[in-house]
Nanobody, 115 residues
Framework: QVQLVESGGGLVQPGGSLRLSCVAS????????MGWYRQAPGKERELVAA???????HYVDSVKGRFTISRDNTNKWVYLQMNSLKPEDTAVYYC?????????WGQGTQVTVSS
């Protein structure tokens, strides 16, 4: 079982930056995928960024060049650095871990981009 807790959300003006953090507890395997999803009101949850064991990363086109996903060497922490934020980035952001055929979610953290 894996538990995920996100932090770092908040209100920011357009063009600003935020850094989301997620800490995982429980049994974390070396081979897994750690990522961030988001869900805006009235929209489906979408993958924002993923970090695959071994160092590969994947980003949705709308955040490429603005967001950076990283994880620490213990595989317990995953981060999402968000720069040049836009109003359309407003959503609840969820941390996700996929391993051994299981899918784990955090409770979500609200990011609001508004002037």
């Amino acid at each position: 079982q894996v538990q995920l807790v996100e932090s770092g959300g908040g209100l920011v003006q357009p063009g600003g930056s935020l850094r989301l953090s997620c800490v995982a507890s429980g049994t974390i395997f070396e081979i897994n995928i750690m990522g961030w999803y988001r869900q805006a009101p009235g929209k489906e949850r979408e993958l924002v960024a993923a970090h695959i064991s071994g160092g590969r990363t994947h980003y949705v086109d709308s955040v490429k060049g603005r967001f950076t996903i990283s994880r620490d060497n213990t595989n317990k922490w995953v981060y999402l650095q968000m720069n040049s934020l836009k109003p359309e980035d407003t959503a609840v952001y969820y941390c996700n871990v996929q391993q051994e055929g299981n899918n784990y979610w955090g409770q979500g953290t609200q990011v609001t981009v508004s002037s």
